[in-house]
């Protein structure tokens, strides 16, 4: 299978905990993104990515979320301290730097925050 | 502020039948408007999509509406199927970003 994968699917923590998703895009596409959804609502951006550099940020992301693309492949969104707010699925695509009819999402991964 | 704003929020259709769902727009630096289909536990997955150049775009089941004066556009779909059951999104691109509307979810009744 060569689409978008995320992991874990799913991610159960406690109030206070660390977690950290992993997103690995289709190999070809250069420029990764980070949305969050929440029930009812449409995707939200988080950040994205060209190559390794993290070019954008959204003012929805805290100073407790940070996210890598280390060599420009995989990615990887960290959730410090979380919160019963931060329960949501997060999605990760991925597309071809100025085609954006190739975005193609991952299954996401779902967080609950106890 | 939305940027993106969809509507209706639910949708229910009989089998056979034509459902509509509308979407509106500000900015006008957005050069690309895609439509997506999700089912639950299911990532996004692009439907179609249509550039403002032109007003129509029509693959199968599915067209796409676009009245760039208004800053509206459009998911039909025709001869609905319990099958096409799930959210739609419409979404915006400003050439870094995607924009998406709040849903619809659609159910189609056999």
């Known amino acids: 299978d060569t689409g978008v994968s995320q992991n874990p699917r799913h991610k159960i923590t406690k109030r206070g905990q660390n977690v950290t998703f992993r997103c690995d895009p289709i190999s070809e596409h250069n420029r990764l993104y980070w949305y969050r959804q929440t029930l009812g609502q449409g995707p939200e951006f988080l950040t994205y990515?060209?190559?390794?550099?993290?070019?954008?940020k959204s003012r929805l992301l805290s100073d407790r979320f940070s996210a890598e693309r280390p060599k420009g492949s995989f990615s990887t969104l960290e959730i410090q301290r979380t919160e019963q707010g931060d329960s949501a699925m997060y999605l990760c695509?991925?597309?071809?730097?100025?085609?954006?009819?190739?975005?193609?999402f991952g299954p996401g991964t779902r967080l609950t925050v106890l | 502020q939305q940027q993106v704003k969809q509507s209706p929020q639910s949708l229910i259709v009989q089998k056979g039948g034509i459902s509509i769902i509308n979407c509106a727009y500000e900015?006008?630096?957005?050069?690309?408007f895609p439509w997506y289909q999700q089912f639950p536990g299911k990532g996004p997955a692009l439907l179609i999509a249509?550039?403002?150049?032109?007003s129509e775009k029509k693959e199968g089941r599915f067209t796409i509406s676009f009245n760039k004066s208004a800053k509206q556009f459009s998911l039909h779909i025709m001869d609905s199927q319990p099958g096409d059951s799930a959210t739609y999104f419409c979404a915006a691109y400003d050439f870094n970003k995607f924009y998406f509307g709040s849903g619809t979810k659609l159910n189609v009744k056999p």
């Open positions: 695509a991925s597309i071809t730097s100025g085609a954006a009819d190739t975005q193609y």
């Open positions: 900015n006008t630096a957005f050069d690309y």
């Open positions: 990515f060209q190559n390794e550099a993290q070019l954008e």
């Open positions: 249509i550039r403002p150049d032109v």
